[in-house]
Nanobody, 122 residues
Framework: QVQLVESGGGLVQAGGSLRLSCAAS????????MGWYCQAPGKQREVVAT???????TYADSVKGRFTISRDNAKNTVYLQINSLKPEDTGVYYC????????????????WGQGTQVTVSS
């Protein structure tokens, strides 16, 4: 019922920057929280940053000061600005959204995007 499409990944040198985008479409009344997660090679998927509909944010300690999450509620889109990239930031970045399909009486359903690869060379 909802599709999340990420874009903006790529190969970048250490110290560089990227901007990831994730657009949600489908049966959407409102989106509660949105977030970015990273799955590094051989590791479990971990939360990187989250943002509520009101704009409150949280960050993993490893990215504080370098990553900035933002969203455009009118476009159902979440962004992740990544600066000062490090080789350990390499991984597949997934976005997640908690979606109300019809009204706030529903239980929000969580959706994942297909992921976008970020590779940081040293």
């Amino acid at each position: 019922q909802v599709q999340l499409v990420e874009s903006g990944g790529g190969l970048v040198q250490a110290g560089g920057s990227l901007r990831l985008s994730c657009a949600a479409s489908g049966t959407i009344f409102s989106i509660n929280s949105m977030g970015w997660y990273c799955q590094a090679p051989g590791k479990q998927r971990e939360v990187v940053a989250t943002i509520t509909s009101g704009g409150s944010t949280t960050y993993a300690d490893s990215v504080k000061g370098r990553f900035t999450i933002s969203r455009d509620n009118a476009k159902n889109t979440v962004y992740l600005q990544i600066n000062s990239l490090k080789p350990e930031d390499t991984g597949v970045y997934y976005c997640n959204a908690a979606v109300y399909h019809y009204n706030y009486d529903d239980t929000a359903a969580h959706y994942w995007g297909q992921g976008t690869q970020v590779t940081v060379s040293s």
